[in-house]
Protein backbone atom coordinates (compact mmCIF):
# COMPACT_ATOMS: atom_id res chain seq x y z
CA UNK A 1 0.00 0.00 0.00
CA UNK A 2 1.12 3.87 -0.49
CA UNK A 3 2.39 5.60 2.12
CA UNK A 4 0.14 8.24 1.25
CA UNK A 5 -2.82 6.42 0.41
CA UNK A 6 -5.18 7.52 3.25
CA UNK A 7 -7.93 6.87 1.27
CA UNK A 8 -7.64 2.97 1.25
CA UNK A 9 -6.42 2.58 5.07
CA UNK A 10 -9.72 4.48 6.47
CA UNK A 11 -11.93 2.55 3.97
CA UNK A 12 -9.92 -0.74 5.37
CA UNK A 13 -10.44 0.48 8.58
CA UNK A 14 -13.29 1.97 8.64
CA UNK A 15 -15.02 -1.71 9.21
CA UNK A 16 -15.32 -2.88 12.54
CA UNK A 17 -15.08 -6.61 11.79
CA UNK A 18 -11.63 -5.81 10.21
CA UNK A 19 -10.49 -3.65 13.07
CA UNK A 20 -11.35 -6.60 15.47
CA UNK A 21 -9.36 -9.31 13.33
CA UNK A 22 -6.15 -7.20 13.33
CA UNK A 23 -7.02 -6.81 17.13
CA UNK A 24 -6.77 -10.39 16.82
CA UNK A 25 -4.34 -11.18 14.73
CA UNK A 26 -2.09 -8.50 16.73
CA UNK A 27 -1.93 -11.37 19.60
CA UNK A 28 -1.06 -14.09 17.58
CA UNK A 29 -1.53 -15.95 14.00
CA UNK A 30 -4.84 -17.16 13.36
CA UNK A 31 -6.37 -19.82 10.55
CA UNK A 32 -9.85 -18.23 9.71
CA UNK A 33 -11.81 -21.06 11.93
CA UNK A 34 -10.52 -20.08 14.32
CA UNK A 35 -11.10 -16.30 13.77
CA UNK A 36 -15.03 -17.03 12.86
CA UNK A 37 -15.19 -18.26 16.33
CA UNK A 38 -13.69 -16.06 17.96
CA UNK A 39 -15.61 -13.07 16.13
CA UNK A 40 -19.18 -14.64 16.24
CA UNK A 41 -18.97 -14.13 12.28
CA UNK A 42 -19.72 -16.61 9.61
CA UNK A 43 -16.86 -18.13 7.89
CA UNK A 44 -17.51 -16.78 4.83
CA UNK A 45 -17.59 -13.07 5.76
CA UNK A 46 -14.57 -13.32 7.88
CA UNK A 47 -12.98 -14.93 4.17
CA UNK A 48 -14.03 -11.70 2.19
CA UNK A 49 -12.79 -9.31 5.15
CA UNK A 50 -9.00 -11.44 4.99
CA UNK A 51 -8.55 -11.18 1.19
CA UNK A 52 -9.44 -7.64 1.41
CA UNK A 53 -6.90 -6.91 4.67
CA UNK A 54 -4.28 -9.43 2.05
CA UNK A 55 -5.29 -7.51 -0.79
CA UNK A 56 -4.18 -3.87 0.91
CA UNK A 57 -0.92 -5.32 2.60
CA UNK A 58 -2.41 -5.78 6.22
CA UNK A 59 -1.96 -9.35 6.76
CA UNK A 60 0.07 -12.44 5.13
CA UNK A 61 -1.12 -15.84 5.64
CA UNK A 62 1.46 -19.15 5.91
CA UNK A 63 0.89 -22.83 5.86
CA UNK A 64 1.14 -24.12 9.37
CA UNK A 65 1.16 -27.77 11.51
CA UNK A 66 -2.08 -27.94 13.59
CA UNK A 67 -1.64 -28.59 17.04
CA UNK A 68 -3.93 -31.22 16.23
CA UNK A 69 -3.39 -34.51 13.61
CA UNK A 70 -4.65 -32.79 10.81
CA UNK A 71 -3.42 -31.46 7.82
CA UNK A 72 -1.12 -27.98 7.10
CA UNK A 73 -3.97 -24.96 7.59
CA UNK A 74 -3.58 -21.24 6.78
CA UNK A 75 -2.37 -18.50 9.04
CA UNK A 76 -2.98 -15.41 9.18
CA UNK A 77 -0.28 -13.12 11.02
CA UNK A 78 0.24 -8.60 10.56
CA UNK A 79 2.36 -7.29 8.04
CA UNK A 80 1.76 -3.68 7.76
CA UNK A 81 3.77 -1.53 10.40
CA UNK A 82 2.12 1.87 10.32
CA UNK A 83 0.51 5.01 12.01
CA UNK A 84 -1.94 6.81 11.19
CA UNK A 85 -3.14 10.36 12.86
CA UNK A 86 -6.19 12.56 12.15
CA UNK A 87 -6.50 15.82 13.83
CA UNK A 88 -9.60 17.73 13.21
CA UNK A 89 -10.23 21.02 14.74
CA UNK A 90 -12.98 23.90 14.01
CA UNK A 91 -9.69 25.89 12.08
CA UNK A 92 -7.44 22.91 10.84
CA UNK A 93 -7.80 19.47 9.68
CA UNK A 94 -4.52 17.26 9.19
CA UNK A 95 -4.36 13.27 8.28
CA UNK A 96 -0.52 12.20 9.02
CA UNK A 97 0.24 8.46 7.44
CA UNK A 98 3.83 7.46 8.87
CA UNK A 99 5.29 4.45 7.96
CA UNK A 100 7.24 2.54 10.78
CA UNK A 101 10.15 0.67 9.84
CA UNK A 102 10.82 -3.05 11.25
CA UNK A 103 13.68 -2.58 13.96
CA UNK A 104 14.80 -6.11 14.69
CA UNK A 105 18.35 -4.54 16.21
CA UNK A 106 18.79 -2.07 19.41
CA UNK A 107 17.63 1.47 17.11
CA UNK A 108 20.49 4.27 18.18
CA UNK A 109 18.62 7.39 19.35
CA UNK A 110 19.74 10.77 20.89
CA UNK A 111 16.82 11.53 23.45
CA UNK A 112 17.95 10.54 27.44
CA UNK A 113 14.43 9.05 27.60
CA UNK A 114 14.03 6.95 25.02
CA UNK A 115 17.72 5.59 25.48
CA UNK A 116 16.77 4.47 28.67
CA UNK A 117 13.81 3.13 27.71
CA UNK A 118 15.97 1.53 24.94
CA UNK A 119 18.22 -0.40 27.26
CA UNK A 120 15.43 -1.88 29.37
CA UNK A 121 14.04 -2.99 26.07
CA UNK A 122 16.97 -5.00 25.35
CA UNK A 123 17.93 -6.19 28.56
CA UNK A 124 13.98 -7.68 29.03
CA UNK A 125 14.15 -9.24 25.64
CA UNK A 126 17.36 -11.30 26.13
CA UNK A 127 15.70 -12.78 29.55
CA UNK A 128 16.20 -16.29 29.36
CA UNK A 129 13.05 -17.28 32.40
CA UNK A 130 9.63 -16.68 30.32
CA UNK A 131 7.65 -15.82 33.16
CA UNK A 132 10.43 -13.30 34.66
CA UNK A 133 10.42 -11.83 30.91
CA UNK A 134 5.96 -11.09 30.92
CA UNK A 135 6.47 -9.54 34.50
CA UNK A 136 9.33 -7.32 33.51
CA UNK A 137 7.60 -6.52 29.99
CA UNK A 138 4.55 -5.61 32.41
CA UNK A 139 6.40 -3.08 33.99
CA UNK A 140 8.05 -1.81 31.19
CA UNK A 141 4.98 -1.53 28.93
CA UNK A 142 3.42 0.32 31.69
CA UNK A 143 6.41 2.73 32.06
CA UNK A 144 6.28 2.79 27.87
CA UNK A 145 2.10 3.79 27.78
CA UNK A 146 2.79 6.50 30.41
CA UNK A 147 5.27 7.77 28.11
CA UNK A 148 3.37 7.74 24.80
CA UNK A 149 0.00 9.31 27.35
CA UNK A 150 1.92 12.24 28.10
CA UNK A 151 3.03 12.74 24.27
CA UNK A 152 -0.48 12.25 23.19
CA UNK A 153 -1.31 14.99 25.40
CA UNK A 154 1.57 17.58 24.32
CA UNK A 155 0.68 16.62 20.73
CA UNK A 156 -3.06 17.89 21.92
CA UNK A 157 -1.45 21.01 23.42
CA UNK A 158 -0.28 21.73 20.43
CA UNK A 159 -2.98 21.24 18.23
CA UNK A 160 -4.95 23.46 20.23
CA UNK A 161 -2.35 25.83 19.85
CA UNK A 162 -2.48 25.56 15.93
CA UNK A 163 -5.98 25.79 15.71
CA UNK A 164 -5.90 29.15 16.75
CA UNK A 165 -2.61 30.40 14.89
CA UNK A 166 -4.58 29.04 11.97
CA UNK A 167 -7.96 30.64 12.84
CA UNK A 168 -6.14 33.86 12.74
CA UNK A 169 -4.60 33.09 9.52
CA UNK A 170 -7.52 31.78 7.69
CA UNK A 171 -9.08 35.15 8.53
CA UNK A 172 -6.23 37.13 7.58
CA UNK A 173 -5.71 35.64 4.02
CA UNK A 174 -9.93 36.30 3.79
CA UNK A 175 -9.75 39.88 4.69
CA UNK A 176 -6.21 40.59 2.75
CA UNK A 177 -6.96 38.73 -0.74
CA UNK A 178 -10.62 39.01 -2.91
CA UNK A 179 -9.12 36.70 -5.36
CA UNK A 180 -10.75 32.86 -4.62
CA UNK A 181 -7.91 31.37 -6.08
CA UNK A 182 -5.38 33.35 -4.26
CA UNK A 183 -7.04 32.47 -0.97
CA UNK A 184 -7.17 29.02 -1.98
CA UNK A 185 -3.01 28.89 -2.63
CA UNK A 186 -2.58 30.47 0.89
CA UNK A 187 -4.87 27.80 2.20
CA UNK A 188 -3.00 25.08 0.89
CA UNK A 189 0.71 26.43 1.25
CA UNK A 190 0.59 28.23 4.53
CA UNK A 191 2.95 26.57 7.51
CA UNK A 192 3.90 23.29 4.94
CA UNK A 193 8.00 24.06 5.18
CA UNK A 194 8.06 22.88 1.61
CA UNK A 195 8.36 25.47 -1.20
CA UNK A 196 5.24 24.69 -3.86
CA UNK A 197 6.04 25.70 -7.72
CA UNK A 198 3.68 26.09 -10.06
CA UNK A 199 3.47 22.51 -10.87
CA UNK A 200 2.93 21.59 -7.56
CA UNK A 201 0.01 24.03 -6.96
CA UNK A 202 -1.66 23.10 -10.46
CA UNK A 203 -1.86 19.52 -9.63
CA UNK A 204 -3.02 20.09 -6.26
CA UNK A 205 -5.54 22.57 -7.21
CA UNK A 206 -6.51 21.24 -10.33
CA UNK A 207 -6.26 24.84 -12.14
CA UNK A 208 -3.74 25.11 -15.03
CA UNK A 209 -0.72 26.62 -14.58
CA UNK A 210 -1.02 30.08 -16.33
CA UNK A 211 -3.31 30.91 -13.48
CA UNK A 212 -1.26 29.49 -11.14
CA UNK A 213 2.10 31.74 -12.46
CA UNK A 214 -0.61 34.46 -12.64
CA UNK A 215 -1.84 34.42 -9.55
CA UNK A 216 1.74 33.87 -7.89
CA UNK A 217 3.27 36.67 -9.62
CA UNK A 218 0.46 38.92 -7.67
CA UNK A 219 0.85 37.29 -4.44
CA UNK A 220 4.37 37.44 -4.32
CA UNK A 221 4.62 41.05 -4.98
CA UNK A 222 1.94 41.31 -2.03
CA UNK A 223 3.91 39.00 0.02
CA UNK A 224 7.24 39.53 -0.72
CA UNK A 225 9.12 37.54 2.53
CA UNK A 226 6.99 34.27 1.53
CA UNK A 227 9.19 31.31 1.52
CA UNK A 228 6.30 28.96 0.50
CA UNK A 229 5.11 30.13 -2.92
CA UNK A 230 7.82 30.01 -5.08
CA UNK A 231 8.61 32.81 -7.67
CA UNK A 232 6.56 31.93 -10.59
CA UNK A 233 9.04 31.72 -14.29
CA UNK A 234 8.92 34.55 -16.58
Do not use: W
Not at 43 to 68: C, D, M, P, R, W
Not at 133 to 158: A, V
Amino acid sequence: MSLNNVDVLLDVLGNETRRRILQLLADEPRYFIQLSKDLGVSQQAVLKHLEILEKNGFITSYEGQSSFPAPKRKYFQLNLSCMLEIGITRDAVQFVFQDIPRIEHEEQVEDKELKGLSKKVNSVIEEQDPIELLEQSDELLKEINSTLKQTFETEIRLLRLKQRITKAAHKAIRDSFDEELHRHILYSTIGDAKQHNVDDLSSMLDTREKEISEALKVMKKRMPRSKNLAAPST
